[in-house]
Nanobody, 123 residues
Framework: QVQLVESGGGLVQAGGSLRLSCVAS????????WAWFRQAPGKEREFVAH???????AYVDSVKGRFTISRANAKNTVFLQMNSLKPEDTAVYYC?????????????????WGQGTQVTVSS
């Protein structure tokens, strides 16, 4: 069982920045692929970014050039740096962990999830 705890959300004005963190309780952090998803009110959860064990990354088109996913293996932590935030980025952001080295853009492929952290961007 892996427990994930997200933090770093909050209220920010459009154009601002936030850095989300996801700390994992596992001794085999490098054995997992990691992703961030988000869910806006009334919408389905959507893929935002993922990172593989080789630090290969991928992003949904709407955040490319603005968001950066990274990982700190020694701290069992995955980050999502969010710059140039827009009101449409407002959502609850979730960290997901997938067993294995191949990440995925599908939430069904992630076994473990955090509780989510709210990000609100005002216009």
């Amino acid at each position: 069982q892996v427990q994930l705890v997200e933090s770093g959300g909050g209220l920010v004005q459009a154009g601002g920045s936030l850095r989300l963190s996801c700390v994992a309780s596992t001794r085999t952090f490098i054995s997992y692929s990691w992703a961030w998803f988000r869910q806006a009110p009334g919408k389905e959860r959507e893929f935002v970014a993922h990172i593989s064990w080789t630090d290969t990354t991928a992003y949904v088109d709407s955040v490319k050039g603005r968001f950066t996913i990274s990982r700190a293996n020694a701290k069992n932590t995955v980050f999502l740096q969010m710059n140039s935030l827009k009101p449409e980025d407002t959502a609850v952001y979730y960290c997901g962990a997938r067993i294995g080295t191949e990440p995925s853009i599908h939430q069904r492929d992630y076994r473990y999830w955090g509780q989510g952290t709210q990000v609100t961007v005002s216009s």
